[in-house]
């Protein structure tokens, strides 16, 4: 199988924080830059955060720069998504993708389910 499953996901309170996992399956992703993407309903999908295959560069949009950590461990097989801080509108589905390149970029080729995340009192 080539297979990347997120976990982590679940109901929180404003303010309160999660951790995010994409684990990797048939294929270990050492040499490609992974991106999380969240889809709320009636959205778009957005490009959340990237990191590069080394974890050495890394990269945020905006509206969660500051609040959310990307990191990785090879090792492991795995990219985690530490999102502290949350808001109502984190609220969505968060997806990880592989992108078939060392660096970050627009691109992915291997998406995982989906994890959702609720914000919310």
């Known amino acids: 199988q080539l297979q990347l499953v997120e976990s982590g996901g679940g109901l929180v309170q404003p303010g309160g924080s999660l951790r995010l996992s994409c684990a990797a399956s048939g294929f270990t992703l050492d040499y490609y830059a992974i991106g999380w993407f969240r889809q709320a309903p009636g959205k778009e999908r957005e490009g959340v955060s990237c990191?590069?295959?080394?974890?050495?560069?890394?990269n945020y949009a905006d509206s969660v720069k500051g609040r959310f950590t990307i990191s990785r461990d090879n090792a492991k097989n795995t990219v985690y998504l530490q999102m502290n801080s949350l808001k109502p509108e984190d609220t969505a589905i968060y997806y990880c993708?592989?992108?078939?390149?060392?660096?970050?970029?627009?691109?992915?080729?291997?998406w995982g389910q989906g994890t959702q995340v609720t914000v919310s009192s």
């Open positions: 993708a592989a992108r078939w390149a060392t660096t970050c970029g627009p691109s992915a080729v291997l």
């Open positions: 990191i590069s295959s080394s974890g050495g560069s890394t």
